[in-house]
């Protein structure tokens, strides 16, 4: 079993940025796909970024490309999800899941581990 704890949300200006990390624990894989999610109040949770178990390769969601940006830190086990220019809509619980994948996934359906979520809340 794998733990994923999430932390820096917070409340921002929009314009401003916030760096979510998202430090895994428990049992380890050589292979382990990661991603983030987000869930506004009244709405699904969407798929935000994503990257790749076995390569730096990333996928994003349209409404957050060339602003939000998904890394990883393989040696401390830690994934971290940079977000600049903050929009109000922007404002959500974010959520890191995980899963022993080689590839990049983007479907809530497709991870088998999810943190207990973080809000990020951006005023206008």
């Known amino acids: 079993q794998v733990q994923l704890v999430e932390s820096g949300g917070g409340l921002v200006q929009a314009g401003g940025s916030l760096r979510l990390s998202c430090a895994a624990s428990g049992r380890t894989f050589r292979y382990y796909a990661m991603g983030w999610f987000r869930q506004a109040p009244g709405k699904e949770r969407e798929f935000v970024a994503a ?12 409404s957050v490309e060339d602003r939000f940006t998904i890394s990883r830190d393989k040696a401390n086990n ?3 999800l940079q977000m600049d220019s903050l929009k109000p809509e922007d404002t959500a619980v974010y959520y890191c899941a995980g899963r022993p994948d080689y590839g990049v ?3 809530t359906r497709e991870y088998d581990d999810w943190g207990q979520g973080t809000q990020v809340t951006v005023s206008s």
């Open 51 to 62: 990257i790749s178990g076995s390569t730096d390769s990333t996928h994003y969601a349209d």
């Open 105 to 107: 996934l983007v479907r």
């Open 78 to 80: 830690t994934v971290y």
